[in-house]
Antibody, heavy 120, light 110 residues
């Protein structure tokens, strides 16, 4: 059974970089057929896809966030990470990591989510 | 990319059927059969209910079904049950190798 767990600071100061890591267990991040994705949900609002990355490092991003987002993979630790620069209050959200089936693009396993607040 | 369009809310009585629509464009729903639906209860992570327009993952009741016509996908829940009350989101692959979600639909079981 694949499990994903988000980790990182719950509070980020405005203009700083928001950084989160997702640890995958029960399966290898290096196995083919999957992308590894980040999704966020502002309080009381809907889901927003941030981006996804293949184990090789190839990544795709939401055009609205592309200038501030970068994803990376650490295959030795079975982890993938998100960095969002120049954080502002609008980035306050629950951040989820999830596994994406690469031939059908649906998210079959999700982490429990972690709340990140951007505030001074 | 613009979010897919879903009704804000739908409601139905136990035992009835409801349908939630999800409208997109030829660049997403209309161009690919990669539409999926997720259920989210308050405080929980989303759960995959339908993928590839109409396929159900193991463990999802037969009451849940999906379809697509042109640029619009639909989720139908038959025999409504109290535990179906939740927020539902559609999602689609897009021509830019990205994913896009709908705004979400709140289902109330009366």
């Amino acid at each position: 059974q694949v499990q994903l767990q988000e980790s990182g600071p719950g509070l980020v100061r405005p203009s700083q970089t928001l950084s989160l890591t997702c640890t995958v267990s029960g399966g290898s991040i290096s196995s083919g057929n999957y992308y590894w994705s980040w999704i966020r949900q502002p309080p009381g609002k809907g889901l927003e896809w941030i981006g996804h990355i293949y184990y090789s490092g190839t990544a795709y991003y939401n055009p609205s966030l592309k200038s501030r987002v970068s994803l990376s993979v650490d295959r030795s630790k079975n982890q993938f990470s998100l960095k969002l620069t120049s954080a502002n209050a609008a980035d306050t959200a629950v951040y989820y990591c999830a596994r994406v089936i690469d031939w059908a693009f649906h998210l079959d396993y999700w982490g429990q989510g972690t709340l990140v607040t951007v505030s001074s | 990319q613009s979010a897919l369009s879903q009704p804000t809310s739908v409601s139905g009585s136990p035992g009835q059927s409801i349908t939630i629509s999800c409208s997109g464009t030829i660049s997403d729903i209309g161009g690919y059969n990669f539409v999926s639906w997720y259920l989210q209860h308050p405080g929980e992570a989303p759960k995959l209910m339908i993928y590839d327009v109409s396929k159900r993952p193991s463990g999802v009741p037969y009451r849940f079904s999906g379809s697509k016509s042109g640029n619009t996908a639909s989720l139908t829940i038959s025999g409504l049950q109290a535990e179906d009350e939740a927020e539902y989101y559609c999602s689609s692959y897009t021509s830019f190798n990205t994913l896009v979600f709908g705004g979400g639909t709140k289902l109330t079981v009366l």
